[in-house]
Structures are given as structure tokens and as C-alpha cells.
């Protein structure tokens, strides 16, 4: 007989990626705030070698990769790939504004706390997409990914620790987009941004599979 198939198909909406050099965390575009970052280290999401190491260092402080400037004028979603290798507890934070943060555990694949909105996805092989949705808005906003200690039990993240010069999380892919969700990647390669155009679709309608 006929069997009626009725698939689904994901239309985004255009979206801009606000974070420059979205994948070269090595870029001086990127500030680290006492830790060294190591590129191309590890197997990404996307199956190539291009994620990055992003080492704590021993100096007593908060760990953390900072972004450029960029204007938040809407509730904007902060997202980063982001795995474990020897510290599993991070925070996604803007860090230019008021400083709204989410926490993640990357041993349990959950979020710890946030005052906003957070989210956490697994990507597999250790992976896991975080979120925050921030409504702050601002022309100075910037996002960060903090390295958090593993005692962090949860709260501010802007936690003064020393990490060992070793250990460290691998990361790759970070967006910021003016929406309240994410949106699949779009990777910057320069100081411009880059613009995904919203997707349609013509024709649509039920297959039939015989």
C-alpha cells in the first residue's frame, strides 16, 4: 500500500554571529585572562582538528577567554562548544554590562546556575553546546567562557583559583546572536561578522513512498 510520509524541515531565521574569529581562539582579537590557549589541539565537533586548548594558569585569579565588543541591542544567545580535558565545570558570562552568567557541569552534561537563561546540548565525543540567553542590552557587551574551579558549586563565577598550568577544556565554535535561542553555527573567519540569510522553502508538501 501507499505510506504517507510527512517530514519536517528546519527553516531558520536570518541571524549574525556577533563573536569575530569565532573559531581562532589563538587571535589577539581574543583576551586571556591568566591562561594560554593552544590551537588546533583536538577533534572539533565538525570532525577536523581545529579546536583549541584553552589552558588556566597558576596565577591566583578567574580564568577566562573574553571576546570582542559588540552591541547586545536585543536579548542576544551567547552559545560555545565547549569539552572537558581536566577541568569539567565552566560558565558562559557577559562580562561588559552586568555580568549574567550560566554554569555548566561537563562530567554530568547539565547546567549548574544561571540568572538568566541557560541551556545545555551533547554533541557527542565530549561536546556539549552551552547557552545563555541574556536580556541585558548595551553597546559594550562581550562574551566570555570562565574556567571554573571543581569545587564551584554555583553562583558568580568570577571566582579567584589556581588552576595548574595543565588541565584545561577544549573549545570551538562560539556565537552571539541577536535572538532568544540559538541558531545552528555560523563561523567567522576575520574581525567582520557574518550573516546566515533566513531560510524558505517552495514546493513543500506530502511524499508518498510506495
Known amino acids: 500500500g501507499i505510506v504517507q510520509d510527512n517530514p519536517s524541515l528546519l527553516l531558520e531565521p536570518v541571524r549574525t554571529n556577533l563573536a569575530t574569529?569565532?573559531?581562532?581562539?589563538?587571535?589577539?582579537?581574543?583576551?586571556?585572562?591568566?591562561?594560554?590557549?593552544?590551537?588546533?589541539?583536538?577533534?572539533?565537533?565538525?570532525?577536523?582538528?581545529?579546536?583549541?586548548?584553552?589552558?588556566?594558569?597558576?596565577?591566583?585569579?578567574?580564568?577566562?577567554?573574553?571576546?570582542?565588543?559588540?552591541?547586545?541591542?536585543?536579548?542576544?544567545?551567547?552559545?560555545?562548544?565547549?569539552?572537558?580535558?581536566?577541568?569539567?565545570?565552566?560558565?558562559?558570562?557577559?562580562?561588559?554590562?552586568?555580568?549574567?552568567?550560566?554554569s555548566f557541569d561537563l562530567s554530568t552534561g547539565s547546567m549548574i546556575s544561571t540568572n538568566q537563561t541557560g541551556s545545555i546540548v551533547n554533541f557527542g565525543n565530549g561536546w556539549y553546546r552551552l547557552t545563555l540567553v541574556d536580556t541585558t542590552t548595551?553597546?559594550?557587551?562581550?562574551t566570555s567562557i570562565v574556567v571554573l574551579p571543581e569545587s564551584y558549586n554555583g553562583g558568580n563565577p568570577l571566582i579567584n583559583w589556581s588552576g595548574d598550568g595543565v588541565k584545561g577544556v577544549y573549545i570551538f565554535g562560539t556565537q552571539v546572536e541577536i535572538g532568544s535561542y540559538p541558531t545552528s553555527y555560523i563561523k567567522t573567519i576575520s574581525s567582520n561578522y557574518a550573516t546566515r540569510a533566513a531560510e524558505t522553502a517552495s514546493g513543500a508538501g506530502t511524499v508518498a513512498e510506495f
Open 138 to 142: 548595551g553597546a559594550t557587551a562581550q
Open 21 to 102: 574569529y569565532s573559531e581562532d581562539f589563538s587571535n589577539v582579537a581574543w583576551i586571556k585572562l591568566n591562561g594560554t590557549v593552544n590551537a588546533n589541539t583536538a577533534i572539533s565537533v565538525d570532525g577536523s582538528i581545529n579546536a583549541d586548548f584553552f589552558i588556566p594558569n597558576t596565577t591566583s585569579g578567574f580564568h577566562a577567554l573574553r571576546s570582542n565588543i559588540f552591541n547586545q541591542s536585543s536579548t542576544a544567545s551567547h552559545s560555545w562548544f565547549v569539552k572537558a580535558n581536566g577541568y569539567t565545570k565552566v560558565a558562559i558570562r557577559e562580562s561588559e554590562l552586568v555580568g549574567n552568567y550560566a
